[in-house]
């Protein structure tokens, strides 16, 4: 016997009763352990179990597994997640073999009926002398009953009968205590929950504790695939995509009930309760499961179930600092090693420090120690370390007093608006009156308008104190009527001041955020999350493409917009504080907007073709054009678009799959890629549940409105050789083909260069696009001093010369306007630049009246954003810009002024 195991064995004969008579039992496995091989006495006690006696064989099993998992640890020769690893795959083990029982009593094998292991036994954790929490779940559609029962009757059987073959206490003692306390409701639920319930519950009515017990949830018993699906319909309920400082709020709420409950045991010493009390195991638990239900929706490697593996996790992806993670887990292995010990002496499931000196001098005997107080020593920094980390989290999420208030009587608030500098104390007034009624949806609950009276100081006073202070609160108003709900948006905001500030400068300087943000609160999450920059549209495919891997059909045009609508409001916002440029965020928003087209289009197609088979040679292309095409969007473009197909318009689809319904008859190609276009884009434009994705233009087709949605390639380039205005051909400057295979891409936009490229003749050129220029001046004027689009020497006098010297030139150009600039007209780059700058810029700060000049404020902040000095610099520079457009005009139609 080596000296590590003999000195195990001689610490379990001294000092634990229950140890000493496993080791006078177990002869053969101590002969095994001798040898050092503890792996093999673990499977050696596990093989007793035997259906032909199953009750006696699981406590005789687990006699001999609790004894070589104790030498294990005594002897050190196991780390911690081996001794609970150990623990765990037995109950596994046992509570299958117990369920196949209970099924083999009725004459039928497992199905229809799975155990969800939660706490300690769901992440591999057990303890030693550990109950098991489970949830059974069964489907009455595949459980095998009898002809007079009911599925739940028949369920609750199984489950009462698996219960008892593990905790029922005999002559050889018991194998596991068993708790099914955590299905919702238990004192008047079945212990088996039908599966189409159970999901209901947890999706539409469960708690935030109820949220952080799945995150060690998994299947580990019976009907496996059962649970795993079930698991993957809930996955939604308990990773928000949303942080979700409410269950931060609502777990700190179940702390101080557990350390008022059990507050004899809060302080260490004798009676400290190891795992509830204040610096103990809970709370590092508790300290990892607040973190994994904060952000691990948003980032799948946090949902690591063990709280060591979570704690790895948080640190590296940057959620807690790597010192605070070493920490807890060595507090965290120091606790479960003591705690085993305590269990260890008379296999009872405790967690406290004995009161009698002489059990405390057991444990430290059994430990190796030479007395408690060593034990004690070890203890004292890690529990007030933990109290400390986990005291500041939880203040995080806490409501208290701190921060001003505005005080509720009327004429307070008068005074209150006086001193804050707010410009409209009587309207504050009035909203206030309306806010605190609880009328708006936001604060109807309680725990709203808690934490909205928390934040509502701040905010009002950074909205109503500038010159535009009226029209910024009847903005806060707005948004707080518009709001579904509340609770977590106003918890964030205290819990997260800076947001506050964020708010404000929203309300204040674009409404189309503002109005964003009152459609979905949770929109404000992005601004926590360190994301980078869309810098391609290869990023932003992958992007897209890992958010909705998996789905189909309203979840997945449900999810391309979540996306799109968080990314255009970073983007908004990165744009307002200056982090990002009017340049890149254009070119980021077209890149979304190219992510949203190829990922929906092969998923339309895909659900077309299967109802209404394939025409074959026929493939679905997308061409943008206008800005799209060009790759640069504001936040309130629409998408130009036109749809082809390859192969001949006369074709026949092969008809309907076996599948769909037999009305799906074969339709000739015009009409299968018409009906398919009309999917296509109401994918991209019809809101949804999630809220609107974009508007699609679809007039720059061939005979524009009056024309067939979708016309194959053929027929597009023939109308286009053919029959298209010049202006038409001006169009395709700007196209850009994507959707469709790379090689059908290639195609078009070879042909398309073709087309721009062919000879013409100077003078019908010139007349014909000034004819065009003129017409677009009679019936769309300028709006306003900054319609840089329309304005005289504006971007669309810009784009005429490029795409008229384009023509002249006979050569295709690259359909961003900037770029081609640079090839046919250089001294225009900058106007170019500076006016599609001005244009985003406006787009966001005055989306219902971007043509009209800004007032001051907002004058500044477009200025700073342009790169300009002050807002008089950037009229200066506009002016000459404006000036070298003309002079360019003069160059490109000698006879004429410009626009």
């Given amino acids: 016997m080596s000296e590590a195991l003999s000195l195990a064995v001689a610490r379990a004969n001294a000092h634990a009763p229950f140890l000493r008579g496993l080791v006078r039992r177990e002869p053969e496995l101590v002969q095994v352990m001798q040898g050092g091989d503890f792996d093999a006495a673990l499977a050696l006690a596990m093989a007793r179990l035997d ?24 002897s050190g020769a196991w780390s911690l997640e081996q001794v609970t690893g150990a623990l765990t795959g037995f109950a596994d083990a046992a509570l299958g073999f117990a369920i196949t029982a209970a099924f083999a009593e009725r004459g039928e094998t497992p199905k229809g009926l799975t155990a969800l292991a939660l706490g300690k036994m769901g992440s591999h954790e057990l303890n030693y002398s550990s109950d098991i929490d489970l949830i059974f779940i069964h489907d009455p559609e595949t459980l095998p009953r009898k002809a007079s029962e009911d599925p739940t009757e028949a369920a609750v059987r199984i489950v009462r009968r698996t219960a008892s073959l593990l905790s029922e206490r005999t002559a050889d003692g018991y194998a596991f205590r068993v708790d099914l306390r955590l299905r919702p409701d238990p004192d008047s639920t079945p212990s088996s929950l039908p599966v189409g319930a159970a999901e209901s519950y947890y999706q539409s009515q469960a708690l935030a504790w109820e949220r952080s017990a799945f995150i060690r949830a998994r299947a580990a018993a019976g009907d496996v695939r ?22 931060l709020a609502d777990i700190g709420e179940v702390s101080h009930q557990i350390r008022d409950h059990f507050s004899e045991g809060q302080a260490l010493g004798p009676g400290f309760d190891l795992k509830r009390g204040r610096g103990g195991i809970r709370e590092v638990e508790f300290f990892a499961q607040i973190h994994q239900l904060l952000f691990g ?25 790597a010192g605070e993670a070493t920490f807890l887990g060595d507090a965290y292995r120091t606790y479960r090693t003591l705690e085993h010990r305590l269990q260890m002496l008379d296999d009872k499931q405790t967690h406290s420090i004995p009161r009698l000196a002489a059990e405390r001098a057991a444990v430290a005997g059994l430990c190796g120690d030479d007395g408690w107080k060593a034990i004690e020593a070890r203890l004292q920094p890690l529990t007030r370390g933990v109290a400390s980390l986990y005291d500041r989290l939880l203040e995080t999420g806490e409501e208290d007093s701190r921060g001003p208030r505005i005080p509720h009587p009327r004429e307070a608030i008068v005074r209150w608006a006086a001193k804050a500098k707010v410009k409209d104390a009587a309207l504050l007034g009035g909203l206030l009156d309306g806010w605190r009624s609880g009328r708006p949806r936001s604060l109807r609950a309680p725990e709203s308008r808690r934490a909205f009276e928390q934040v509502i100081a701040g905010l009002v006073q950074a909205v109503g104190s500038g010159s535009g202070g009226r029209d910024g609160l009847l903005r806060l108003d707005q948004m707080i009527s518009a709001m579904p709900s509340g609770v977590q948006f106003w918890r964030l905001l205290a819990a997260h001041p800076a947001l506050a500030t964020v708010l404000a400068r929203l309300l204040t300087t674009t409404p189309l955020l503002a109005d964003a943000l009152a459609r979905r609160p949770d929109l404000i999450d992005v601004l926590l999350e360190p994301v980078p920059l869309l810098d391609s549209a290869a990023a932003a495919h992958s992007e897209l493409a890992a958010a909705t891997a998996g789905m189909q059909g309203e979840a997945l045009l449900d999810r391309v917009r979540h996306w799109t609508a968080e990314r255009r409001f970073l983007l908004g916002v990165q744009l307002l504080d200056a982090h990002v440029s009017p340049e890149s965020a254009a070119r980021a928003l077209a890149f979304m907007a ?18 209404h088979g394939e025409v074959p040679g026929g493939r679905l292309l997308t061409l943008a054009l206008g800005r799209f095409g060009g790759g640069e969007l504001t936040a309130q473009s629409d998408l130009d678009l036109v749809l082809l197909f390859t192969g001949a318009f006369d074709a026949t689809s092969d008809g309907p799959s076996p ?54 390639v053929d027929s597009f380039l023939a109308y286009q050789r053919n029959e298209a205005g010049l202006w038409e051909t001006m169009a395709l400057t700007r196209a850009r083909p994507v959707g469709g295979s790379a090689a059908d891409r290639a195609m078009l936009q070879q042909a398309i260069d073709a087309l721009v490229a062919a000879p013409r003749e100077a003078a019908t050129v010139r007349r014909e696009a000034l004819a065009m220029r003129r017409l677009m001046a009679r019936h769309k004027p300028p709006a306003g001093p900054f319609d840089v689009k329309l304005m005289k020497g504006g971007l669309v006098d810009l784009e005429f010369i490029v795409q008229t010297r384009a023509l002249l030139a006979g050569q295709p150009v690259p359909p961003g306007l900037s770029e081609a600039a640079a090839l046919l007209a250089p001294e225009l780059v900058a106007p170019a630049r500076l006016m599609m700058d001005i244009l985003v810029m406006l787009r966001l700060m005055q989306p219902h009246d971007s043509e009209a000049a800004p007032a001051a404020a907002a004058g500044a902040l477009l200025a700073r954003a342009c790169g300009k000095a002050s807002f008089a610099a950037l009229k200066a520079d506009l002016k000459l810009a404006r000036a070298a457009v003309a002079a360019a005009w003069s160059d490109t139609f000698p006879t004429e002024g410009a626009g």
């Fill in 51 to 74: 259906p032909a006696v199953p009750a006696p064989s699981l406590r005789t099993a687990r006699g001999g597994v609790a004894l070589v998992v104790a030498l294990a640890d005594l």
């Fill in 297 to 321: 929706g948003r980032d799948a490697a946090l949902r690591a179930p063990a709280t060591l593996d979570a704690l790895a996790a948080l640190a590296d992806a940057g959620r807690i600092a």
């Fill in 594 to 611: 190219d992510a949203a087209v190829a990922r929906l289009t092969p998923a339309v197609v895909e659900e077309f073709s299967g109802k």
């Fill in 226 to 247: 059962l649970g795993q699906d079930f698991l993957a319909a809930i996955a939604p309920f308990i990773w928000r995509r949303s942080l979700d400082y409410s269950a």
């Fill in 659 to 712: 599948m769909s319904a037999p009305m799906s008859a074969p339709m000739s190609a015009s009409r299968y890629f018409n009906r398919l276009g009309q999917r296509l884009i109401a994918a991209l434009s019809v809101p949804t549940a999630a809220g609107p994705l974009y508007d699609v233009d679809t007039r720059l087709r061939p005979s524009g409105t009056q024309g067939m949605l979708v016309v194959s």
